[in-house]
């Protein structure tokens, strides 16, 4: 029985209002589930509200919940840190907090909107926090480098080109 079975049995028995009291969350969130049953999705401050009400560990109920909230990212390395955060069951202010990072830092690099740098603060401490091999953490700092050489190229800047007639002559 998942968590939000349970749920939906406590509001059976209870009431929306009681049970929204108790969990912290609003009524009407509480009467829309008691009226409709289960929802397709649900945010993820509600969702940890609801487990932690019920002392039950995220499992892969919580997990497909997370990734229905997920927009598609056209960042292909953005999108690597958040199925691996998705993975260990981290909220975004949980990986701020355990960087000592900004969280809006975290859905810049994950959506793609910042580009990575491989000696940024951040692209580090999510390969500590990710535990990726260090095989994983060579490829990934090789995509890095490339994607800079071919961003450079389409600003204009033949620095490849430069540092190669620099090793001719």
Aim: hydrophobic fraction near 35%; glycine fraction near 6%; charged fraction near 25%.
């Amino acid at each position: 029985m998942n968590v939000i079975q349970k749920l939906i049995k406590d509001l059976q028995d209870n009431g929306p209002g009681f049970m929204a009291n108790k969990i912290g969350v609003s009524y009407n969130f509480m009467y829309l589930i008691f009226v409709n049953g289960a929802p397709d999705r649900i945010n993820s401050g509600k969702l940890d509200l609801i487990y932690k009400f019920y002392n039950q560990e995220k499992d892969d109920f919580y997990l497909e919940n997370q990734k229905k909230w997920q927009n598609p990212t056209q960042s292909i390395l953005g999108s690597l840190f958040r199925k691996k955060r998705l993975e260990k069951f981290l909220s975004v202010d949980d990986v701020a907090k355990l960087v000592r990072g900004d969280s809006l830092a975290i859905h810049r690099i994950e959506g793609g909107s910042t580009l990575p740098n491989f000696n940024s603060y951040y692209i580090t401490k999510f390969m500590e926090i990710y535990d990726f091999t260090e095989e994983e953490k060579q490829t990934i700092s090789w995509f890095i480098v490339i994607l800079r050489d071919v961003i450079n190229i389409y600003k204009g800047g033949n620095d490849i080109e430069k540092k190669e007639q620099e090793c001719i002559t």
